[in-house]
T-cell receptor, first 115, second 113 residues
Framework: QQQVKQSPQSLIVQKGGISIINCAYE??????FPWYQQFPGKGPALLIA?????SEKKEGRFTISFNKSAKQFSLHIMDSQPGDSATYFC??????????????FGQGTRLTINP | GAGVSQSPRYKVAKRGQDVALRCDPI?????LFWYQQALGQGPEFLTY????????KSGLPSDRFFAERPEGSVSTLKIQRTQQEDSAVYLC???????????FGPGTRLTVL
């Protein structure tokens, strides 16, 4: 119930194309869904996040689509650039008694943008 | 401004040795998290501090793992009697408040031989 399943494991997209990464969750108590970008040798960095009261959020070239009934959410990267080549993680969290935002991460998607 | 820093960046230990990993959070951040990231996997939660109080240690895999943050700033993750399965990247994250954005450090890559 705590798992977040992410696909695909790896993705190759041509420059200018659309990159799409999908995640699914089971626990309906999750109420916060962020996406993180990680470059080799660096820690994850927050890219964009959504709460389940909206179905879509867009920030620049990055869009999250959220389907509450299907318990799925996805990241779309428009006009993909070589600099977007990185590993992307979806995550989910829910209210904890401790007050902490305890993130549950997906397995990651290694994205490569070919020039 | 300075982000989250971790030291050492790389640590090689022989099986059975004790190790200590340090995290310097962003100044003023009251919340601090430790995560373990195995090769090719997403980070997994280990423990959480609010100031100096360890409020959640549900993710620590065994009693060989111990974390502290005595003055509510710098934190240390200690692993006693290291085992090969402890080999991973250990990430520290801090946030201004419990529900705020978590800023991650670069991690410490631990290799146990």
């Amino acid at each position: 119930q705590q798992q977040v399943k992410q696909s695909p494991q790896s993705l190759i997209v041509q420059k200018g194309g659309i990159s799409i990464i999908n995640c699914a969750y089971e626990n309906t108590a999750f109420d916060y869904f962020p996406w993180y970008q990680q470059f080799p040798g660096k820690g994850p960095a927050l890219l964009i996040a959504i709460r389940p009261d909206v179905s879509e959020k867009k920030e620049g070239r990055f869009t999250i689509s959220f389907n509450k009934s299907a318990k799925q959410f996805s990241l779309h990267i428009m006009d993909s650039q070589p600099g977007d080549s990185a590993t992307y993680f979806c995550a989910a969290s829910m209210y904890q008694l401790s007050g902490a935002q305890k993130l549950v991460f997906g397995q990651g998607t290694r994205l490569t943008i070919n020039p | 401004g300075a982000g989250v820093s971790q030291s050492p960046r790389y640590k090689v230990a022989k099986r059975g040795q004790d190790v200590a990993l340090r995290c310097d959070p962003i100044s003023g951040h009251v919340s601090l998290f430790w995560y373990q990231q195995a090769l090719g996997q997403g980070p997994e939660f280990l423990t959480y501090f609010q100031n100096e109080a360890q409020l959640d240690k549900s993710g620590l895999p065994s009693d060989r793992f111990f974390a502290e943050r005595p003055e509510g700033s710098v934190s240390t993750l200690k692993i006693q009697r290291t085992q090969q399965e402890d080999s991973a990247v250990y990430l520290c994250a801090s946030s201004h408040r419990a529900q705020g954005e978590q800023f991650f450090g670069p991690g410490t890559r631990l290799t146990v031989l």
